[in-house]
């Protein structure tokens, strides 16, 4: 069946980094837009980075520069590499996947697959 598992979250320093894991199994990762996600408590979900086959990868303001979203369809795996972490990219990150491959054209609440999250907190 069908599952994604995100790994990798932790409590950091501002400044410091961290590298989150996501190992969907039932589909191959070059088939579908892959994308990261963070919610912080009573907000939406918001788009962090994407990326397909087709579109490449794509990111939302906010982390450009900083974070870098990367896949391995051999591995079955995609990763969000996060640098620089600031207090407010606090939340949980999720893991979400999508069998339209361009991924600017999906609404966040009809990505297909999601993870159950990985809890990023980040504190001075």
């Known amino acids: 069946q069908v599952q994604l598992v995100e790994s990798g979250g932790g409590s950091v320093q501002p400044g410091w980094s961290l590298r989150l894991s996501c190992k969907p199994s039932?589909?191959?990762?070059?088939?579908?837009?892959m994308g990261w996600f963070r919610q912080a408590p009573g907000k939406e979900r918001d788009k962090i980075a994407c990326?397909?086959?087709?579109?490449?990868?794509i990111y939302a303001d906010s982390v450009k520069g900083r974070f870098t979203i990367s896949g391995d369809n051999a591995k079955s795996t995609v990763w969000l590499q996060m640098n620089s972490l600031k207090q407010e990219q606090r939340g949980i990150y999720y893991c979400a996947g999508d069998r339209d491959l361009h991924p600017a054209k999906i609404a966040t609440p009809r990505y297909d697959y999601w993870g159950q999250g990985t809890q990023v907190t980040v504190f001075s």
């Open positions: 990326i397909s086959k087709i579109d490449g990868t």
């Open positions: 039932g589909f191959t990762v070059d088939r579908y837009a």
